[in-house]
T-cell receptor, first 118, second 118 residues
């Protein structure tokens, strides 16, 4: 069973540009969440998508956005990049077995996309 | 507001020692507590997940316990090896285990950096 796949693994951008990151969850998982990891702030929650709808959002500016497709693959976009956006962006998938069924909420992470903004 | 802390921030031990990593959370209304391992520049690897109805979970040389009333979880590593060197993070999940569309909120601790000396 393939794990969570994130692309690209590494990218370098300049201030003012925009970037799109992609995440393919584990087959059958319908929930995808995104996190930003920096040495100073640690792991911070960006947003979660389930069934193509954003279900929860962290405290990030509107420059950070995302979407989820019908096959559960997700993308996140950062516009007007700033130096402080340099970080490791991690995607996690989780299963939701259905109403009435207990779920574990276990998160499975990809290897991340390392973004450097110059 | 949920806050997750981890003590110690860094730990260096000789190979073969048993060790305990600590995780504290301020709000006991969680439905699971998950421990992860992260190697430098990599994503997070799930180690153990404890549901709120459970007290502990074991996997090989790892044992994790959960005490919701005191807001604490511990990760016990037996007979440490150099390959255990990594950063260990705990994460508390707020949400509802039986609701398909529960708006989960996962709060991560800052991590404990473990170094096992051969």
């Amino acid at each position: 069973k393939a794990g969570v796949t994130q692309t690209p693994r590494y990218l370098i951008k300049t201030r003012g540009q925009q970037v799109t990151l992609s995440c393919s969850p584990i087959s059958g998982h319908r929930s995808v969440s995104w996190y930003q990891q920096t040495p100073g702030q640690g792991l911070q929650f960006l947003f979660e998508y389930f069934s193509e709808t954003q279900r929860n959002k962290g405290n990030f500016p509107g420059r950070f956005s995302g979407r989820q497709f019908s096959n559960s693959r997700s993308e996140m976009n950062v516009s007007t990049l700033e130096l402080g956006d340099s970080a490791l962006y991690l995607c996690a998938s989780s299963s939701r077995p259905g109403l009435g069924k207990e779920r574990t909420g276990e998160l499975f992470f990809g290897e991340g996309s390392r973004l450097t903004v110059l | 507001k949920q806050e997750v802390t981890q003590i110690p921030a860094a730990l260096s031990v000789p190979e073969g020692e048993n060790l305990v990593l600590n995780c504290s959370f301020t709000d006991s209304a969680i439905y699971n507590l998950q421990w992860f391992r992260q190697d430098p520049g990599k994503g997070l690897t799930s180690l153990l997940l404890i549901q709120s109805s459970q007290r502990e979970q074991t996997s090989g040389r790892l044992n994790a316990s959960l005490d919701k009333s005191s807001g604490r979880s511990t990760l016990y590593i037996a007979a440490s090896q150099p390959g255990d060197s990594a950063t260990y993070l705990c994460a508390a999940s707020e949400g509802r285990a039986y609701a398909e569309t529960s708006y989960d909120k996962v709060i991560f601790g800052p991590g404990t950096s473990l170094s096992v000396i051969p």
